[in-house]
């Protein structure tokens, strides 16, 4: 029991690390834009995700209305709800609602890909040891960032930054060169992304919906060409 | 003068709207998916997700381009010879600082 959340834990480093220097960034614009650090605090402690409180956070400043507010952030958040749903099969089936509700407040991106790439189901004590400890990080550098900007020095939070990615190529490299269908979603998925990062006509769709259209477009696609056999998912899970 | 009440209701509308997308699949899907396209596009969700925002995103997340980049190769090779996730995450994050560091010198 104890043991699982100290792995819990340590996996959620790499993360916390990552955070740290992204809600730092979030600490300082809040402070800079004229919130308290608070206020700054307060947003991250309750929201727990960083583009929808970027976005938020703008929306905040330029005065926009309530309603704006919530859908705005609703369709940069959708994604999770794909991310919840696969989650749903991976947590042990036997973890109680209440659990559930709870753990489900630290289900961000990152959190997500950690636990899908563990072996065998995922329990209480290795979700709350991961969902307490990306927690901490990301209330602490949003507070610092409010609070205390002279402590990181940009040259050690630009490093930082890129903690998150290298996080997630850790992840999908591994299977993508040993499963060919991995390989393909991960390429296609890339594509699609880029494509609508870079074409000038299709970088106005935000990025929370490229996302969900690359996540639904890809799988499907995949899962389709692609049938995965129950049995084959379990040897990948054990041998991931 | 900031308007603290609207500030707090707005901070309230984004907790609800975050959490909920996370709180509700987890809690009503209990039973294991039979369907096996369903489980099968579950399976596939994963990779599409993290490389959707791997890409283009990574080559931004440093201070420049070059830094990025050799960050990314760094972390490619140590993934590729199946290293877990704190070396490769703590490898990268160091071969930009370096990277960095010399791009200082030099220019």
Do not use: H
Request: charged content about 10%; overall charge positive; some cysteine.
């Amino acid at each position: 029991m104890n043991q699982s959340f100290w792995k819990g834990a340590k996996d959620g480093l790499p993360i916390c690390l990552g955070y740290v220097s992204v809600s730092f960034v979030f600490g300082m614009m809040c402070v800079e834009s004229g919130l308290p650090a608070w206020v700054a605090a307060l947003i991250s402690m309750t929201n727990l995700t960083s583009a929808g409180q970027f976005a938020g956070l703008s929306l905040i400043l330029t005065g926009a209305p309530l309603m704006e507010i919530g859908v705005t952030t609703f369709v940069i958040n959708l994604r999770y709800m794909l991310m919840s749903l696969s989650l749903s099969q991976k947590v042990d089936s036997r973890m109680p609602t209440l659990t559930r509700a709870i753990l489900s407040f630290g289900n961000t991106d990152e959190v997500f890909a950690v636990c899908m790439q563990q072996k065998g189901p995922v329990t209480t004590p290795y979700l709350s040891g991961l969902v307490i400890c990306v927690y901490i990080g990301w209330a602490l550098g949003t507070i610092l960032g409010a609070t205390v900007t002279s402590l990181l020095p940009e040259m050690v939070r630009s490093a930082m930054g890129i903690a998150i990615y290298g996080m997630f190529i850790a992840i999908i490299i591994p299977p993508a060169r040993k499963i060919c269908p991995v390989l393909y979603t991960v390429l296609l998925a890339m594509a699609i992304s880029g494509l609508f990062y870079y074409v000038p006509a299709l970088s106005q769709v935000s990025r929370g919906w490229v996302i969900i259209l690359c996540a639904v477009g890809v799988s499907a696609l995949m899962a389709w060409r692609f049938p995965v056999k129950q049995e084959r998912r379990e040897e990948d899970a054990n041998d991931a | 003068m900031l308007d603290y009440g609207r500030i707090l209701a707005a901070i309230a509308v984004m907790a609800v709207v975050t959490y909920l997308p996370r709180m509700l699949p987890l809690v009503l899907f209990k039973r294991r998916i039979t369907n096996p396209f369903v489980q099968s596009f579950l399976y596939y969700v994963p990779y599409a997700v993290l490389a959707a925002m791997t890409f283009p995103e990574v080559l931004y997340s440093t201070a420049s381009l070059v830094s990025a980049l050799a960050g990314l190769a760094a972390a490619l090779l140590l993934a590729y010879r199946g290293k877990g996730l704190l070396p490769v995450a703590l490898t990268a994050c160091g071969v930009v600082f370096v990277c960095e560091r010399l791009l200082a010198l030099l220019l």
